[in-house]
């Protein structure tokens, strides 16, 4: 039976302790690859969870066009099951679009950059009666030596989104054409017409009579509140009327209609010219006053030869 030393436990004792700092890393090396799978696991869970919740349609293709994952949303659009879709080409499966989304898969792929914003429509097993319209974004899938193993997509429904576009591009449409027959109306129209855009009336715009029968020269306003200068003066029953009594004044002021105003616009030449005017506000969507519009006649010349107060 062999019994050990002192001198033998003494030359053992630096190999223990070796032994043990070796075991020691080891552990901690075993502890840190434990600690990142389970971090790689939590990830590849997030991973996987984002894949399958995303607003999106997401897949990813091989280099040869067949679908290698899908998540739930894109087999909905297509009408396919998930897991009836791994393996196949997008061709077999959604035809109607294949044409176009193959075009950009090969893009991606040649040229090793991404195709974004690719706007894309036909119909699906899932609503073959209904043609709907997606936005594409296609990335290339590269492997650790950079080779290119195929591509991933999102895809968004945008239907509804191209619809609205239209409508309101319609309704813009018609608008200006509105806008542009009003515009043609008003200008035709040999009555004086005012329209006064905001509440204080420094911007007004008259139309062709008006500009004529006020005599107004480039620059010159039709308000008596406006910026400009401005040449002549309004009475009425033969005395100054003040600026914010005016009936365009009014109405975009206070939101009161006038009908009927007999007025004298007196120029610097000072001759009168009768007229009778209307006025009356402008509103919002929302009922609140944002302006006025106003229109005036010529009723008659002043006495005197059109002149007032002896000029």
């Known amino acids: 039976m062999f019994v050990a030393s002192t001198a033998h436990l003494l030359m053992l004792v630096p190999l223990a302790l070796a032994a043990a700092v070796v075991l020691a890393r080891q552990q901690q090396r075993i502890a840190v690859l434990e600690r990142e799978t389970r971090g790689m ?42 897991d009836d879709h791994i393996g196949r080409p997008l061709r077999e499966l959604v035809p109607g679009v294949a044409d176009v989304s193959e075009a950009a898969f090969r893009q991606a792929m040649e040229t090793r950059k991404p195709v974004v914003g690719l706007v894309i429509d036909g119909v699906t097993a899932a609503q073959p009666e209904r043609r709907r319209t997606w936005r594409l974004d296609v990335h290339p899938v590269f492997g650790r030596g950079r080779d290119v ?48 855009h905001d509440r204080q009336c420094h911007q007004v715009t008259v139309n062709a009579a008006g500009r004529r029968l006020l005599r ?29 009594r005016l009936p365009l004044q009014r109405a975009a002021a206070t939101g009161v209609e006038t009908r009927g105003a007999e007025l004298a616009i007196r120029f610097a030449d000072g001759h009168v010219m009768q007229v009778v005017m209307h006025a009356v506000p402008l509103r919002d969507e929302g009922g609140r006053v944002r302006g006025a519009a106003a229109a005036f006649v010529v009723a008659g010349d002043g006495g005197d030869g059109g002149r007032m107060g002896g000029a």
Not at 220 to 244: L, W
């Open 41 to 82: 696991r939590r990830g590849l869970l997030d991973l996987e969870s984002l894949f399958e919740q995303a607003p999106l349609g997401m897949a990813v293709f091989d280099a040869e066009g067949r679908f290698v994952r899908i998540n739930r949303l894109l087999a909905e659009i297509n009408g396919v099951p998930a």
């Open 149 to 196: 193993l195929g591509v991933s997509v999102a895809v968004e429904d945008i239907t509804e989104q191209q619809r609205l576009a239209a409508a309101l591009r319609d309704s813009e449409r018609r608008e200006r054409r509105r806008v542009a027959e009003l515009e043609g109306v008003m200008e035709a129209t040999p009555v004086a017409v005012f329209l006064a």
């Open 216 to 244: 107004l020269g480039p620059g010159e306003s039709p308000s008596v509140t406006g910026p400009g200068i401005r040449a002549f003066d309004v009475y009425a029953d033969g005395n100054p009327v003040a600026p914010d």
